[in-house]
């Protein structure tokens, strides 16, 4: 049976794709990660030993320093939700203490009205956004965390309004 990846591995691979797969937008290819936490308020802890605390929001902090958070927040709502869309990710967020006016999220469907082959959806910290993909075009759930655009926000092209 294989070994699980452990938690600093996990990290560095993590950082190699981040700095050199994230440079297209269309995928935001990343590692192999753990399962996902069984809810979105409370992260799953992994047993391994360089895991000593569950991840949790810390807006005074760095994107960099929220993304394990964003991440098990967001694979939580994939876990309740296999076909989670926009707002399920929009909502979860802001259930866990980001903030609703600092995020963007796209459409969960076409001008055409087909379903998107993906969403993206990302918040705002400081001159950093955590960013999110998630779905069928895209290979499942991928993070990362991006420098914010001169414009003020993380994500490039239409987005939906955040107004429920």
């Known amino acids: 049976m294989a070994q699980p ?3 600093a591995t996990s990290v560095a691979l993590t950082a190699i794709v981040v700095i050199f797969g994230f440079a297209g937008c269309s995928r935001i290819p990343q590692p192999p990660s753990p399962s996902p936490a069984p809810s979105v308020s ?3 802890v992994s047993d ?3 895991a000593t605390t569950v991840p949790r929001l810390q807006p005074d902090l760095p994107a960099a320093e929220n993304r394990a958070f964003f991440d ?3 694979r939580s709502v994939i876990a309740a939700n296999e076909s989670a ?3 399920d990710f929009i909502d979860a967020l802001t259930a866990v203490g980001f903030e609703r ?3 963007q999220v796209t459409a969960d469907r076409t001008t055409v009205d087909l379903q998107a082959g993906s969403v993206l959806f990302s918040v705002r910290l400081g001159d950093d956004c955590l960013v999110g993909q998630y779905g069928p075009e895209s290979g499942g759930y991928h993070g990362a965390v991006r420098p914010a655009l ?3 926000g993380c994500l ?3 987005t939906r309004p955040i107004d429920w």
């Open 150 to 152: 001169g414009i003020g």
């Open 101 to 103: 006016s600092v995020m």
């Open 156 to 158: 490039v092209g239409q």
């Open 42 to 44: 409370a992260p799953a």
């Open 48 to 50: 391994t030993p360089e």
């Open 72 to 74: 098990s927040v967001n």
């Open 85 to 87: 869309g926009g707002r």
């Open 5 to 7: 990846i452990g938690t």
